[in-house]
């Protein structure tokens, strides 16, 4: 299960590539001998359509890798919920309450589902394994992202590392949902507005594409980049393509996000810029002292002599410049491959795709009692040809 468009964080928008029929004979097909039903009733096999195998009784892997998890955002009380809700109202898959994500497919027998996301010491992943019907599997999707995104930076030469214009470059462009620090954090510049370039050099248009792109004049001009994450007010660490563009542009920068960042990145393989950066903010768990941190160390740098400045940057480039060879370098690609493959595998061998009748009976009910009509002849059928595998699972239960 994905969203597309990229970035959506809408239930409508939430789809998956292998339950169409159209995907049967195609490269997305599921074979016959790796569907789950063919493995414990086989002889069901010939009587469920192709859609009701997979989408029913095979494991879901659901990619909210993106965006940070908000658990509360889908549950059935939330205002969010109500455009889906309303659009399936005439739908036989009308959602059940409280199921969260598993809305998408109310009729899965999966006990749980493997959730993707890419956030670190997260409280929002704990709400969904608590429920029992989520376990969390983590990889970093925004480092293979920017690594499509950016991947003219490896050899763009018109990158030139002068004495700048301005010594920080801050992009800002959403000050929405978690973003709205941004808006304190800009206020908190005034001081060293003359030492601050806020957003792009040029005459670029502000796009919902601009965190895919990369203006090598802004770094050109700017000294360090002034990072400012997704997530700030908040212990979790959600580290986007925001912090790996300044990367793969080789520029040094100082990352406003949550705390135990920049240990996060060392522990890719990047390096950071202490001693010629004080970066003890990474230390502090509270957001307001964590952002005055920043924007202290940003006015001493700012208040230097230019000489002392040129030497600062000078050492900190030379470190940018191996993060660049590390950003598009194999072993980077390999670390986060790996990372998603042994991560989701940890998951597997929690849940091991074990399956249950309850969410599917709790449906039926659901339906008995709110939707009768649901049950036309031809859908009740159906359900007969279940009736074994639901005996046969509660005798395994």
Known sequence: MRFYPWGSRRLLDCGDYQSTVAHLNGPNGIPKHQRTVDQILPELLPALPYEKQVRNFQPVLFCHDQEPLNFDLYQDSDPGMAEFFNSQSH??????????????IVWSWQK????????????????????????????????????????????????????????????????????????EFLSKLADIEHSCQIGSIGSHSVTSNSSAVYCSDDFNATGISVVLETLFDDVRIHLTEKILRPIACGHPFILAAGPGSLALLRRYGFETFSPWINESYDDITDSA?????????????????????????????????????????????????????????????????????????????????????????????????????????????
């Not at 230097?304 to 600062?312: A, E, P």
């Open 112 to 183: 749980a589902w493997t959730l993707l996301h890419s956030e670190v010491n997260s409280a929002e992943l704990v709400k969904y394994e608590n429920t029992g019907r989520y376990v969390g599997a983590y990889w970093w999707s925004h480092g293979m992202i920017a690594r499509d995104w950016y991947r003219y930076a490896e050899n763009d030469r018109s990158f030139c590392y002068t004495d700048p214009n301005k010594l920080f470059l801050v992009y800002a462009r959403d000050f929405t949902g978690t973003r709205v620090y941004r808006k």
């Open 289 to 397: 002292l964590r952002m005055e941190a920043i924007i202290n160390e940003m006015k001493r740098l700012a208040n230097l002599s230019r000489q002392q400045q040129h030497w600062i940057l000078e050492s900190c480039r030379a470190v940018a410049q191996r993060n660049k060879k590390r950003f598009f370098h194999n072993d980077f690609f390999n670390h986060i491959v790996k990372e998603l493959i042994d991560n989701v595998g940890l998951a597997w061998e929690k849940h091991q795709g074990q399956l249950s009748p309850d969410f599917y009976w709790q449906t039926l009910r659901w339906r008995r009692k709110n939707k009768p009509e649901y049950f036309t002849p031809e859908r009740r059928d159906d359900h007969r040809l279940l009736l074994p595998l639901v005996r046969q699972l509660r005798r395994s239960t």
């Open 91 to 104: 739908d036989p898959t009308f959602p059940h309450p409280d199921f969260n994500l598993r809305n998408t």
